[in-house]
């Protein structure tokens, strides 16, 4: 039976409990909260048959990531929306309750209309990488901060030694910490990874950190058909409003990552200067008018679009290969 054919699940995600809304054989409407553990979830799960449903399940971080897998690894079609999605959804729908049993009908609701892509899950490895590059940066934040406070409180003229001591010591702590999850990471890249985080890297303004980033959000743009949809996924693409005789730009669309748009703003002030293509689009916006922050969130968008390029064609970065192309 094709996942079309199938009868749709939807599932609201909760710390501690979910909330399922889907239609028994009779076609009726049945609601269910299950504790969000793997045994409810898997008790729950062998009551039904993954020939005649299929899952959507509402995004929500590392409280739907159980779920996620558990289905997967049972057999069963599963996608995953953005909550986002859901909201607007509602609103078409001119719904205005908001409960858990209504969220859970909203997203079968969706499913059954729109039939979202299967989700496609992460290896072991990139899951396992995902998350010590996640604990870095919370780790080189966490020194950041505490380097302000400290920076800070040197300017007091009644300076507590006591308290700088517990700063500094603090702050060694925290490199150490930094350094043991650095010397982790080469460990957990295997040879396929190492191969496409080098094509990536080929590209002028892309350095390590930024390419593992880009690695692990992506599973090696597996997950991506064109670089359209990538440049959207981590809202860099710009918005257009029109209506009638009035039309302007509301800006890009943001999305929630934040920490990689960061990143690659910070690699557009490398590549503006020694990426041959880069600083082609800067110069000619310049020109046009542009403000330099809109120039640089281009310059983020033609990095991304190169990445895709070199890694879908499994070529390294070449500034001069429009120039070699014969006709």
Not at 257 to 271: F, Q
Not at 284 to 303: D, E, F, Q, S, Y
Request: proline share 2%; with cysteine; glycine share 4%.
């Amino acid at each position: 039976m094709t996942k079309l054919l199938k009868k749709v699940i939807g599932v609201d995600v909760g710390a501690k409990f979910l909330t399922v809304s889907f239609n028994d054989s009779n076609k009726q409407d049945q609601v269910y909260n299950i504790e969000n553990n793997q045994h409810s979830v898997l008790s729950f799960l062998m009551k039904i048959s993954s020939d005649d449903y299929c899952f959507v399940i509402e995004a929500t971080g590392n409280y739907s990531s159980r779920i996620l897998h558990l289905t997967l690894g049972q057999g069963f079609e599963t996608s995953l929306i953005n909550c986002m999605s859901v909201k607007h959804f509602a609103r078409m729908k001119n719904i205005i309750t908001k409960t858990d049993a209504e969220d859970a009908k909203l997203v079968r609701l969706y499913g059954e209309m729109f039939r979202p892509e299967k989700y496609i899950p992460k290896s072991i490895e990139i899951e396992h990488l995902d998350q010590e590059i996640k604990l870095l940066n919370d780790l080189e934040e966490e020194k950041r901060r505490y380097a302000v406070k400290l920076k800070a409180l040197r300017f007091n003229p009644y300076l507590n030694p006591n308290t700088e001591k517990h700063y500094e010591r603090r702050l060694k702590q925290l490199d150490k910490e930094i350094r043991e999850v650095e010397l982790r990471l080469p460990k957990l890249q295997d040879e396929e990874f190492r191969e496409i985080k080098g094509l990536i890297q080929s590209v002028s303004g892309i350095g390590e950190k930024t390419s593992l980033q880009l690695m692990t959000a992506t599973s090696g743009f597996r997950n991506f058909d064109s670089a359209k949809s990538l440049v959207k996924y981590f809202g860099l693409a710009p918005r257009i409003y029109q209506s009638g005789k009035k039309s302007y730009s509301p800006g890009k669309c943001r999305t929630s990552k934040t920490h990689i748009r960061s990143l690659l703003y910070v690699c557009s002030w490398t590549a503006m200067k020694h990426n041959i293509h880069c600083k082609e689009l800067y110069l000619r916006l310049l020109a046009k008018g542009k403000p330099k922050k809109v120039a640089l969130i281009a310059v983020c968008n033609k990095l991304l679009r190169i990445c895709f390029g070199v890694v879908k064609n499994k070529i390294a970065y070449q500034a001069d290969y429009q120039k070699t192309l014969k006709f």
